[in-house]
Every structure is written in structure tokens, then in C-alpha cells.
């Protein structure tokens, strides 16, 4: 049986690929309806929905639904980011966006965007431009300079500005992806 990930995954693969789709688990089903895919969680109704129109699909997702978390991180994989604000139904809109090349989307908690950062501060620190992390902000991406936490709320600098937002609260960031015999030749080079 497919887990709630899963089953979210092929939901947004078959509907980015314009193909019918019905699967289902014990808390979720993912059908076709009159050209719309569709994700219902038993317990709450539809909870995503998305056009089968085209290249690059829009997705709605329903703001109050338990598995809002788990859609944003698999959208997030196939770069898909929310867009503006909350509709007078509750749902979220989502577009793909491009990503930068040599990065990885991550759609976390803020604080794991922190750890990100603490973990590799020294490479950040080290550079004028850090390019390892970035965020988005009006519609483009951002190095990130600096993180900071306080009273709850994590600060980012970014080269034009400060953003603040909870701890608690999702972000989507990108990460530079490592090419891993760099990283062991650098290993090799310290010991």
C-alpha cells in the first residue's frame, strides 16, 4: 500500500504529465473527475485539485487540511511554489517556477532552513556573494547572507532586504547541490 507521500507524489507526477489518475489508501484517494485530478483525504474532502490543460499545470490546495505539509514537500520536488493568497474557498494556488541550475527546492519549517544555514555558515561566511542557500523573495532568488533567531521569529538577510518570518512557518529555499568526489577530494586534502 502507498504511503500519504507516495500516493501525493504520483498524484502530482500523473497530473504534471496530464494523465488520468485513481489510487487510494486508507486516508487518501487521488481520482480523475471530469478533466480534473483530484485529492480527497476521507476525513476532509477534497483537499487538492489541478486542470488537466496542458504543460505546467496549476495546483489548488486546501490551507486547513492535515496533509498540507506533506503536498507542499512534494510539490516543492517537482518546483512547484505557492502563489499569492488564499482564495474565498480556502485553497492555495501553486505554479512551477524555475530553479536555477545546480540547485535543490526544499519546501521545510523555517528552522530547518536554519540548520541549513548553521551547518554551512562557514562556506557562507567565507564568500562575498554566499551562493549556497537562497530564497525567494518578489519573485526572484536570493543569496542568503545571514540567519538569525529571535523571540520565535527567524530573520533572513538577503543582499536587498530582511525578511522575517516563525519558526514554525513553511519557507521554500534551494540548496546548492554538492558534487560529491569534490566534497571527498577536499576531505582527503584536510586528513
Known amino acids: 500500500m502507498l504511503s500519504n507521500l507516495e500516493l501525493i507524489r504520483e498524484f502530482v507526477d500523473k497530473t504534471i504529465h496530464n494523465k488520468d489518475i485513481l489510487l487510494s489508501n486508507s486516508a487518501l484517494t487521488a481520482q480523475t473527475v471530469y478533466?480534473?485530478?483530484?485529492?480527497?483525504?476521507?476525513?476532509?474532502?477534497?483537499?487538492?485539485?489541478?486542470?488537466?490543460?496542458?504543460?505546467?499545470?496549476?495546483?489548488?490546495?486546501?490551507?486547513?487540511?492535515?496533509?498540507?505539509?506533506?503536498?507542499?514537500?512534494?510539490?516543492?520536488?517537482?518546483?512547484?511554489?505557492?502563489?499569492?493568497?488564499?482564495?474565498?474557498?480556502?485553497?492555495y494556488r501553486y505554479e512551477h517556477c524555475e530553479v536555477p541550475q545546480g540547485y535543490q527546492m526544499h519546501c521545510t519549517q523555517s528552522v530547518l532552513l536554519w540548520r541549513a544555514w548553521w551547518k554551512n555558515r562557514k562556506n557562507v561566511l567565507r564568500s562575498d556573494i554566499p551562493l549556497y542557500l537562497l530564497i525567494q523573495n518578489r519573485n526572484s532568488w536570493y543569496p542568503i547572507r545571514d540567519l538569525t533567531i529571535s523571540d520565535g521569529l527567524l530573520y533572513i538577510k538577503t543582499l536587498g532586504s530582511e525578511i522575517a518570518i516563525h519558526s514554525e512557518d513553511l519557507v521554500i529555499w534551494l540548496s546548492k547541490i554538492e558534487d560529491n568526489s569534490e566534497l571527498k577530494n577536499t576531505e582527503l586534502a584536510e586528513f
Open 35 to 91: 478533466k480534473t485530478n483530484q485529492l480527497t483525504a476521507k476525513s476532509q474532502g477534497v483537499i487538492a485539485t489541478s486542470q488537466l490543460n496542458g504543460t505546467f499545470p496549476e495546483f489548488l490546495v486546501q490551507g486547513k487540511s492535515s496533509h498540507w505539509e506533506t503536498i507542499n514537500q512534494a510539490l516543492a520536488e517537482y518546483n512547484y511554489l505557492l502563489k499569492g493568497e488564499i482564495d474565498n474557498r480556502g485553497f
